[in-house]
């Protein structure tokens, strides 16, 4: 009974780290057809549909380190240049959102809003052209933090990480709501103040691939169990985000 157990736990484990590591891939791609879409001007690939908000090249960039981050970390047995190389990815990031808080909370234009491309000033109103939204930063910082704590060995760490993580599905769920209700009030006023349509579920996408990768550490624990309750938790998590959008929607 124990050794079925076992192979159980080590089965839902094995597979928890299958999905993080396909969610990295994902959200490596997603931002490299950004970056793709900006280089050669293709507004499907920024904007998904006619009229809607891009995703910035910033935003994209920080997607795709944080992606290769994320599938750098996936082996806790990664020798320690792997660890240091996505160690510095998630870095790169979170001084992005840093910057980028900066730029929004002081008034200030950094010029980091159009290393990569350059988009029109007509196109962004009365902020800077090709800045991320503020959410947008905050989400960027919160998720490289999570990630630079996914592996330090201290009491609470693991809960404090995986807290950071569900913050930003949250912030990302109710963006992504905003367009299933067509309300301006939970993705912006404004059209250049918006999360873009595709950024929103990337990031939940991220989400759960960080949650993902230690599935055996701090809230992942009940969740990832071979017990009753880590059963009735996976499937019930599922409906308790899909459902309340289809009902309000």
Request: positive net charge.
């Amino acid at each position: 009974m124990k050794a079925s157990r076992s192979r159980a736990l080590s089965s839902l484990l094995s597979t928890s780290r299958s999905l993080s590591r396909a969610s990295s891939l994902v959200v490596l791609l997603i931002g490299t057809l950004v970056l793709a879409g900006w280089a050669f001007d293709i507004m499907a690939l920024k904007s998904v549909l006619p009229g809607l908000v891009t995703m910035k090249a910033n935003t994209a960039m920080a997607f795709v380190l944080l992606g290769m981050s994320l599938w750098l970390f996936q082996s806790e047995q990664a020798d320690q240049r792997m660890r240091r190389i996505a160690q510095a990815y998630a870095l790169a990031v979170t001084f992005l959102g840093l910057l980028t808080f900066s730029e929004y909370l002081f008034g200030l234009n950094l010029g980091i809003d159009q290393l990569l491309f350059k988009e029109p000033p007509e196109a962004a109103g009365p902020f800077p052209p090709d800045r991320m939204t503020f959410a947008t930063a905050l989400n960027f910082f919160l998720l490289a933090s999570a990630l630079l704590l996914l592996d330090v060995e201290k009491r609470g760490i693991h809960y404090f990480s995986q807290s950071l993580t569900l913050i930003v599905g949250l912030i990302s769920l109710l963006s992504l709501g905003g367009y299933v209700y067509n309300d301006p009030a939970l993705i912006g006023g404004f059209s250049y103040t918006r999360m873009s349509l595709h950024t929103a579920p990337t990031f939940i996408i991220l989400c759960s691939g960080i949650l993902c990768a230690r599935p055996d550490r701090g809230l992942m624990v009940v969740i990832a169990s071979d017990s009753t309750g880590g059963l009735l938790a996976r499937r019930l998590l599922p409906v308790a985000i899909v459902v309340p959008l289809l009902l309000a929607w």
